[in-house]
């Protein structure tokens, strides 16, 4: 069985913004986040989401929960879930988790709930707290195309840069520019060098899927090739977030990757990975069926000496995880994540429950 993945959704470096809602229905889980406890001033967290579709909701069929370290802390409103819950489910479909970013502030105050038989005040502490994930436009939670198929390293998002050029290649581009005139994609940046002597120059040349898409100025190119030659001598391609914008007889491109004076010593002492080695989150955007996974050396059926003839039994088949009685149904391909809990309002699962299942 592969593993399933995370996959943080994509987004324009930590924007925009949506509001989780109903987070006064979930005050302990919000405050399992604050362990030292809150104040009367406001307390910040900032950590990821995962978000985990529920079809079986009895209130919105729709409906996407807003999970922290295993802890519900609310839902996307009715509104938003309608528009999400299609990318959202193929993911989870697909074996993945969707997370993003999220942000809660909560404070605590002392409600008063009247008097006791003394006459004396009786309050009791109440939590207000309010939660934001980042979530882009439904189309632009994914990229349209999947990633190099080569060894690479992913640059953060990094500022807008403009690629010149890209006029030129308008038949590898217009295809992948969605109704909604803009689309995500990976691409790769190479070192180009052009004239001779002292009219020489090196360019950086943006690729998609391996066909040239445009180039960045002179200037521009300096800011990367630092980056490019030290990954290049590791035998690493560099891929980046790229943005398309247009229609079908224009479209522009603009990068958003980190320059090489921005990258931080933990991502260049980050150990490098094949391509092999690269997590499926990185690898199939949430349109694509994740392939079967591959065969380990324990799954191969083998030969010995023996003189007697070898049985060998059927492959099992695929594992999945069985939801115990009265737990919501998960979708087809769901798995719980690392630090995943049930909704304390669930039943206890039996004694001896089998959570997982070969079909």
């Avoid at 986040?33 to 919105?60: I, K, R, W």
């Avoid at 009247?114 to 004396?120: K, N």
Wanted: with cysteine; glycine share 8%; hydrophobic share 35%.
């Amino acid at each position: 069985m592969t593993p399933a993945s995370e996959f943080e959704l994509w987004n324009r470096g930590g924007w925009p913004r949506v509001d989780v809602v109903g987070e006064k229905f979930h005050e302990a889980e919000i405050r399992r986040l604050f362990p030292a406890g809150l104040t009367t001033g406001s307390s910040e967290f900032q950590g990821t989401a995962h978000l985990v579709p529920e079809p079986n909701n009895p209130h919105d069929p729709n409906a996407i929960a807003v999970r922290v370290d295993g802890n519900l802390i609310g839902y996307l409103a009715k509104e938003q879930a309608s528009r999400y819950v299609g990318v959202i489910s193929t993911l989870v479909r697909n074996g993945y988790y969707p997370t993003t970013a999220c942000q809660v502030w909560a404070y605590e105050y002392q409600d008063w709930e009247g008097t006791d038989r003394r006459g004396r005040d009786i309050y009791k502490p109440v939590l207000d707290a309010r939660a934001t994930i980042v979530l882009d436009e439904p189309h632009l939670c994914v990229p349209a195309n999947l990633p190099p198929t080569k060894g690479h390293r992913m640059l953060p998002h990094g500022s807008a840069l403009q690629v010149k050029g890209e006029e030129k290649h308008l038949d590898v581009l217009a295809p992948l520019v969605s109704e909604h005139g803009e689309a995500w994609v990976y691409t790769t940046l190479h070192l180009l060098t052009l004239g001779s002597g002292r009219s020489e120059k090196r360019v950086v040349e943006l690729r998609l899927d391996g066909a040239p898409i445009g180039q960045l100025t002179p200037a521009m190119s300096a800011h990367y090739a630092a980056t490019i030659d030290h990954l290049s001598a590791e035998g690493q391609l560099v891929a980046a977030k790229t943005l398309l914008k247009g229609n079908p007889i224009q479209v522009e491109a603009v990068l958003h990757a980190a320059k090489s004076h921005e990258l931080d010593s933990a991502w260049l002492a980050t150990t490098q990975r094949s391509a092999d080695a690269t997590s499926r989150s990185e690898r199939f955007p949430a349109e694509v069926e994740a392939p079967p996974a591959e065969v380990t050396p324990a799954d191969r059926s083998t030969t010995t000496s023996h003189s007697a003839p070898v049985t060998i039994p059927p492959k099992p088949g695929k594992i999945v995880f069985r939801a115990p009685p009265g737990w919501p149904a998960p979708p087809d391909g769901w798995e719980p994540f690392d630090g995943w809990q049930p909704d304390p309002s669930w039943p206890t699962a039996p004694d001896g429950w089998q959570f997982w299942a070969a079909l």
